[in-house]
Nanobody, 125 residues
Framework: QVQLVESGGGLVQAGDSLRLSCVVSGPSSRSLYRVAWFRQAPEKEREFVAAITLFGGSIDLSDSVKDRFTISRDDAKTTVYLDMNTLKPEDTALYYC?????????????????WGRGTQVTVSS
């Protein structure tokens, strides 16, 4: 009873910026602890990008994006944003929003029980 819907992807040029949004809804959504973004490029493993706790606002970012991406949430805690700056062609991927109830290792994909369908980001050189 948790729905995650991503939006904001698109085709951009290297150096551009994008904001992805993840709308969190459903009867059980208020019991969620953390929302994260993962991404998966063609023929590669799905990898952790960023995460935020919904009530404390604690943030984690992967080393590959920490100087360019930020994650935030709105005051109602129903939308999580991923602001991506200085995009590179290697950022091209399908970006997924994921959510979990418990604490634990932030970056582990199996720890997230809820997933959206993804939004495509393509960065041309």
């Amino acid at each position: 009873q948790v729905q995650l819907v991503e939006s904001g992807g698109g085709l951009v040029q290297a150096g551009d910026s994008l904001r992805l949004s993840c709308v969190v809804s459903g009867p059980s959504s208020r019991s969620l602890y953390r929302v994260a973004w993962f991404r998966q490029a063609p023929e590669k493993e799905r990898e952790f990008v960023a995460a935020i706790t919904l009530f404390g606002g604690s943030i984690d970012l992967s080393d590959s994006v920490k100087d360019r991406f930020t994650i935030s949430r709105d005051d109602a805690k129903t939308t999580v944003y991923l602001d991506m700056n200085t995009l590179k062609p290697e950022d091209t991927a399908l970006y997924y929003c994921a959510a979990r109830r418990g604490t634990g290792t932030v970056t582990l994909r199996p720890m997230y029980g809820y997933w959206g369908r993804g939004t495509q980001v393509t960065v041309s050189s």
